[in-house]
């Protein structure tokens, strides 16, 4: 079975400069979730999607970040203009729905640097 | 929303000791605490799982306690190895919404 699937790895980029996200859950997996993992912290749920709607965007910067899941399966997580402190590994993770709260399985994460 | 805290931040333990890692919540409706484990550059993967209808769960050199009136859930790893050194998160969860909170992370290192 294929993992979770996120793009680019790396990504370096200048404060005030945008940058996107890509991720591609496990096949079948209604709940995407984006979190953000700070150097020596957990991860932080930024927003999680069932099929293509909004779950919970809670602690979403809603002023620079933004995500959408079209189509109910990708999802892309866009920063503009990006911050310092918005270096940080993006990690995509996805899990079934439907039953019980299940595993959460993530993707290898995107590693920001802003500069 | 739900607040996981995670005890100690960092553990170094002797090759064939045990490590104990703690973590409390504070939503009562909390229902699913899992555990993950995080080398170095990698993604967080899942080791253990316990529900809340059940005190204790064990996989080999793995045990992860559960005491729903304290709101705390433990991990227990036994005769330790160097492969086990890495971060450790611990998680929060309920069946409603599928929402997932996160602790800070334990870095594990054994001493070989």
């Known amino acids: 079975e294929a993992g979770v699937a996120q793009s680019p790895r790396y990504k370096i980029i200048e404060k005030r400069q945008s940058v996107a996200f890509w991720c591609n859950p496990i096949s079948g997996h209604a709940t995407l979730y984006w979190y953000q993992q700070i150097l020596g912290q957990g991860p932080k749920l930024l927003i999680q999607f069932q099929n293509n709607g909004v779950v919970d965007d809670s602690q979403l910067p809603k002023d620079r970040f933004s995500a959408e899941r079209l189509k109910g399966v990708d999802s892309t997580l866009k920063i503009q203009p990006a911050k310092l402190e918005d270096s940080a590994v993006y990690l995509c993770?996805?899990?079934?729905?439907?039953?019980?709260?299940?595993?959460?399985?993530f993707g290898e994460g995107s590693r920001l640097t802003v500069l | 929303g739900e607040n996981v805290e995670q005890h100690p931040s960092t553990l170094s333990v002797q090759e064939g000791d045990s490590a104990v890692i703690k973590c409390t919540y504070s939503d009562s409706a909390s229902n699913y605490f899992p555990w993950y484990k995080q080398e170095l550059g990698k993604r967080p993967q899942l080791i253990i799982d316990?529900?809340?209808?059940?005190g204790e769960k064990k996989d080999q050199r793995i045990a992860v306690t559960l005491n729903k009136t304290a709101k705390h859930f433990s991990l227990h790893i036994t005769e330790t190895q160097p492969e086990d050194s890495a971060v450790y998160f611990c998680?929060?969860?309920?069946?409603?919404?599928?929402?997932?909170?996160f602790g800070t992370g334990t870095s594990l290192t054994v001493i070989p």
């Open positions: 316990i529900r809340s209808n059940v």
């Open positions: 998680a929060a969860s309920r069946t409603t919404g599928n929402q997932f909170y």
């Open positions: 993770a996805s899990s079934w729905t439907g039953q019980v709260t299940g595993e959460l399985f």
